[in-house]
């Protein structure tokens, strides 16, 4: 149905945000190939990140028979091709072939920029994992004016004005705020007159919001909320006949008639009755489900319900251990409360200095409650950067920070831990920026204060970290129960923020689980384990590649496999720490969690400390999850609704899993009816997309397959080249059970063809 739609409302531009692992890949290649195939579209480029260009390139010539080319690096231009046969060829100009995959990497590197801008323009161009288009600061104040990613600017002022039609695929739209999706949103041109103040976009979603809580609007706030709707029905045809059928239907839709036509009167409320209907027909004309088409997992159980899907889709249970700090545990990280009011104290007249200092402490902990040995190492390096400061050296790299001006500072903190992205380490070191904050201005007396703290914290940490933290226990309890006769694990995914802390979890691992079979799945490293315990050094795609064979039992993973990798044959996922970010979250969850899953269940497990920065995390993630859902939609199940006093209640026994289990249950249901009196539920979309089939099947189309068939048969030109009309047993034509088919030409002889 979204490529039915993608077809047929060509040339319009639409975001694609079905839910993480429900086929957006495909869905996108068989619209793009009806389109080829019709004539509509000559050139297309589809810009992806660079980890999962080749992915897309295969799925397009496997699924679609569509001979796209790959942009390869290198100071020349080169393409890789898989049709008719793989090979490489130079070029002279990467954007040159009318199929081009480039990874959004590569095409947005400042030397690219004349080429790109000088090349011929596309029918269609399509960005994948879209979400990386935004803004830098979707959390800063409304009246502070937004600072765009390098890939957002090139969207907008390079490829949107080349394209005749955009499509931008991202299960997340929202990472942080609702503006971000707004943002996409306003790329497609979809947004109609909203698109002349996003604001106005954002106080539609909070009136929405009030309406949810129960609140009553006042007359004026109705008065634009029916005059939103009018203006999609009126003048949006392809959102507005969508709606029509979506949300107007039967004795309700005449009943919302009626009060669009009488909403400026000055009742402009609708009445009681119609209080859930007009609720879901706000959010379907609301400025999103415009240009948005998002599915959930609902919808796609119900085709398999009815024999439309071969493959089910899993039941994604959620699961929070127990777990919490020990007292001699505890008392390490309370030590770093008074470091941190020191040096707060220390840096306060200087409020560059105040908020990179706040950066840091924050990051400090996160990193200890990812793994003892990840704070030990980063504390090590931060004394380093302390004394080489004491002694008079300045920092090797004192990185970007040291350019900020203090108005870059306060717009950081405005950006409401937008510093995420500096922390989030898949390197071997954390970002430069970080460790040298507040260093500068400061007397030798205070530095050797914090070096003199630094070591007595090392000195308490350095024990810990050669233990088994409470986090590195509840995974090897997991996996323990995994493990088969041969000392083998069921296979399972690990995630954790931070690459020392992966190094961390496979020492233990190998040694407490010697016969598993691990893979490293990371930024700086990707390699895999052999039987006798070698680990060798490989690709991306061939530690993918042994995973789903069954050769690796355990991949541990930073966020860099969390986009593009599908690992169906695992039915077990492991946060040992938690992102800010809900979407990212997702996007882990996203890797088994998908159309193909081999397994009926899937479960999550997300390790978090109580009374630690974790604790606001999940907080965060809460929030930021029902923030999604208000704007675009029903969103997955990725944390348990658990508020902060529940885990602390859980890991000094006060509450029963059990009892926490049936209030998770409540509030979920709970979570459910809301979404569902909000937008289409599963059940009215299968009826609305099964009346559109019907109207399909019964449109007389102006040629068959059989006509297609006969004509290709029929071929001179196609005779001459030496094909074959050759019977076969298979299929079942109009004539009885033999069918045709056709010989395949050879390449070189078709590439002749007229």
């Known amino acids: 149905m979204v490529a039915w739609r993608l077809v047929d409302g060509w040339p319009l531009s639409w975001m694609l945000c079905d839910e993480v692992g429900l086929g957006k890949t495909i869905e996108a290649g068989l619209a793009l190939r009806a389109l080829r195939m019709s004539g509509y579209v000559e050139r297309a480029l589809i810009a992806v990140p660079a980890s999962i260009a080749a992915q897309w390139q295969r799925e397009m010539a496997d699924k679609c028979l569509l001979p796209f080319a790959r942009a390869l690096g290198g100071a020349r231009p080169r393409h890789r091709l ?23 990497g590569l095409m947005t590197r400042r030397e690219r920029q004349p080429e790109l801008k000088g090349a011929d323009g596309w029918n269609l161009v399509l960005l994948d994992e879209a979400h990386c288009a935004r803004r830098s600061n979707p959390t800063a104040a409304p009246d502070r004016p937004a600072r765009w990613t390098r890939l957002y600017r090139i969207a907008r002022d390079v490829l949107r004005p080349k394209a005749d039609a955009l499509w931008l695929a991202t299960a997340t739209p929202m990472q942080l705020e609702p503006i971000e999706a707004i943002d996409l949103a306003t790329l497609a041109r979809r947004l109609g007159p909203f698109a002349l103040e996003p604001r106005v976009a954002l106080a539609y979603y909070g009136l929405l919001a009030k309406l949810r ?82 599915h959930d997992r609902g919808l796609l159980r119900r085709y398999h319900r009815q024999g439309r899907l071969a493959a089910p889709l899993p039941t994604r249970k959620v699961h929070v251990p127990a777990i919490g700090l020990t007292d001699a545990e505890r008392e390490v990280y309370e030590l770093f409360a008074p470091y941190c009011r020191t040096l707060a104290e220390q840096v306060r007249a200087h409020s560059r200095q105040r908020i990179a200092v706040g950066f840091m402490l924050s990051f400090f902990g996160l990193r200890f409650a990812s793994s003892y040995k990840a704070i030990h190492d980063t504390l090590v390096r931060r004394r380093d950067k302390v004394v080489a400061a004491l002694e008079g050296r300045p920092p090797q790299s004192p990185g970007e920070a040291a350019r900020w001006t203090e108005h870059d500072w306060d717009e950081r903190e405005r950006e409401d831990h ?13 970002d430069d920026a970080l460790l040298t904050a507040g260093l500068r201005g400061r007397s030798r007396v205070d530095l050797a204060w914090e070096v003199e703290q630094l070591t007595a914290l090392l000195g308490r940490l350095a024990p810990l970290a050669q233990l088994r933290s409470p986090k590195v226990r509840a995974l090897l309890k997991a996996l323990r129960a995994r493990r088969g006769a041969d000392g083998r694990l069921r296979q399972a995914v690990v995630f954790t923020r931070f690459y020392d802390t992966l190094v961390d979890l496979q020492g233990w691992i190998e040694h407490d689980e010697p016969s598993a079979r691990l893979g490293v799945f990371s930024g700086p490293r990707c390699s895999w384990m052999d039987k006798t315990g070698a680990w060798h ?6 530690v993918k590649r042994r995973f789903v064979r069954g050769d690796i ?17 695992a039915d077990l996922l492991v946060n040992v720490d938690l992102p800010w970010n809900p979407m990212k979250l997702e996007q882990r969850i996203g890797r088994i969690d998908r159309i193909g899953q081999r397994h009926r269940t899937i479960h999550v497990i997300n390790l978090a400390y109580p009374g630690t920065v974790e604790e606001e995390v999940y907080v965060r993630l809460l929030r930021r999850i029902r923030g999604a859902a208000g704007t675009v939609g029903t969103q997955p199940l990725v944390v348990l609704p658990i508020d902060p006093a529940d885990l602390r209640r859980l890991s000094i026994g006060e509450l029963t899993p059990e009892r926490l ?33 019907d109207e399909m099947a019964a449109t007389r189309l102006p040629i068959t397959l059989a006509q297609v068939f006969e004509t290709l048969a029929g071929s001179a030109t196609l005779k001459a080249l030496g094909s074959e009309r050759i019977e076969s047993p298979h299929g079942g034509g109009a004539a009885g059970s033999r069918s045709a088919r056709l010989r395949a030409l050879p390449a070189h002889r078709l590439a002749r063809a007229p």
């Open 82 to 104: 898989l049709l008719p046969r793989e090979h490489e060829r130079a070029a002279a100009s990467l954007f040159g072939p009318d199929l081009l995959i480039v990874s959004t």
């Open 213 to 294: 809580a129960g609140a009553e609007p006042e007359p004026l706030e109705w008065r634009f909320l029916a005059r939103a709707a009018r203006h999609v029905l009126r003048f949006d045809a392809a959102a507005g006949g969508f709606v029509e059928r979506a949300a107007m239907r039967g004795r309700a839709g005449a009943a919302l008639r009626r009060w669009l036509d009488a909403s400026e009167a000055a009742s402009a409320a609708p009445a009681p009755s119609l209080r859930k209907a007009a609720l879901r027909l706000l959010f379907a004309v609301a400025p999103l489900s415009r240009a948005m088409m998002r």
């Open 418 to 430: 937008d510093w995420e992205g500096r922390a989030h380490d898949e390197a071997d070191t954390p």
């Open 537 to 542: 050094p490989a690709s991306r795609e061939e």
């Open 553 to 569: 039992d355990l991949l541990l993973c930073t966020d860099a496999a969390a986009e593009g990798l599908n690992l169906q044959s």
């Open 661 to 693: 289990e049936a209030m998770v249950r409540e509030r979920l249901r709970l979570a459910r009816e809301r979404a569902e009196s909000m937008s289409p539920t599963a059940a009215e979309l299968h009826a609305l997309y099964r009346e559109l089939g």
